[in-house]
C-alpha cells in the first residue's frame, strides 16, 4: 500500500492568490494524478505523470498547472485562484506493473 | 468515453443488514477499483478487481467482465461502513486513467 501526503489539508484563501498543493509519495511509484472532486460529486480527472519530466492534461480542463521534477512530488499550481476553484482536490499514484491507485488524503480548497 | 453508473444513489439501512452496489460500465476495461469515501473525504481503497471475485472481511466483491458489471457486497453492517462508496474503472493501456462513478451514499442507522 502507497503512503501518499497532501499537504496542507483545508486552505481557505482570497481571489487573486497564487497558491501551490503538495503532493508526495514515498514508495517510488512512477506514475501521479490529480483529481477535483465538487461535494457530493464524483472524482474528475485534471492531471496525470507517466514519470519525471512527463505531465498531461487529463479529461477535465483545469486551470491549474503541474511538475514532475522528481519521481516522489507532484505538486499543483494555481496562478490566480477564483471562486471557481473552490473543491476538494486529491492526488493519487499507482506503480507501473500494478494498475492500482492509492490516494492521499485530499486538500480542501475554499477560493473567497 | 467510458460511462460508469452505479446504483442505487442512495442506501439507508439499519446496523447488521447486508447490501449490494452495483456498477455498470459501457466498455471493456482492465482496471476496476472500489472506494470508500469516509466523511473526511479519504479514499479507502477496497478492492482493486477488474474481473473475478475476492473477499475481505464482511466486504466482498465480483466483476463479470465480459457483461461489464461488478457488484460489491456488505454484510453485517455497522455505522462506520456509512459514507460513499465509488466504483471507478480504467481501459487505457499505458497511463491507467480512472473514471468514477456518481457514487452510493451508504447511511446504516444504529
Known amino acids: 500500500e502507497a503512503d501518499i501526503y497532501q499537504t496542507p489539508r483545508y486552505l481557505v484563501i482570497g481571489t487573486g492568490k497564487k497558491i501551490t498543493l503538495e503532493c508526495s509519495q514515498t514508495?517510488?511509484?512512477?506514475?501521479m494524478y490529480w483529481y477535483q472532486q465538487d461535494p457530493g460529486m464524483e472524482l474528475h480527472l485534471i492531471h496525470y505523470?507517466?514519470?519525471?519530466?512527463?505531465?498531461e492534461k487529463g479529461d477535465l480542463s483545469s486551470e491549474s498547472t503541474v511538475s514532475r521534477i522528481r519521481t516522489e512530488h507532484f505538486p499543483l499550481t494555481l496562478e490566480s485562484a477564483r471562486p471557481s476553484h473552490t473543491s476538494q482536490y486529491l492526488c493519487?499514484?499507482?506503480?507501473?506493473?500494478?494498475?492500482?491507485?492509492?490516494f492521499g488524503p485530499g486538500t480542501r480548497l475554499t477560493v473567497l | 468515453g467510458i460511462q460508469v453508473e452505479q446504483s442505487p444513489p442512495d442506501l439507508i439501512l439499519q446496523e447488521g443488514a447486508n447490501s449490494t452496489l452495483r456498477c455498470n460500465f459501457s466498455?471493456?476495461?482492465?482496471?476496476l477499483q472500489w472506494f470508500h469515501q469516509n466523511p473526511w473525504g479519504q479514499l479507502i481503497n477496497l478492492f482493486y478487481?477488474?474481473?473475478g471475485t475476492k473477499q475481505n472481511g464482511r466486504l466482498s466483491a465480483t466483476t463479470v467482465a465480459t457483461e461489464r458489471y461488478s457488484l460489491l457486497y456488505i454484510s453485517s453492517s455497522q455505522t462506520t461502513d456509512s459514507g460513499v462508496y465509488f466504483c471507478?474503472?480504467?481501459?487505457?493501456?499505458?497511463?491507467?486513467?480512472?473514471?468514477f462513478g456518481t457514487g452510493t451514499r451508504l447511511t446504516i442507522i444504529p
Open positions: 493519487a499514484s499507482s506503480e507501473g506493473a500494478s494498475r492500482e491507485q492509492f
Open positions: 514508495m517510488g511509484h512512477d506514475k
Open positions: 505523470s507517466y514519470g519525471v519530466n512527463s505531465t
Open positions: 466498455d471493456s476495461v482492465n482496471n
Open positions: 478487481i477488474p474481473s
Open positions: 471507478a474503472v480504467g481501459f487505457n493501456f499505458g497511463n491507467e486513467k480512472l473514471t
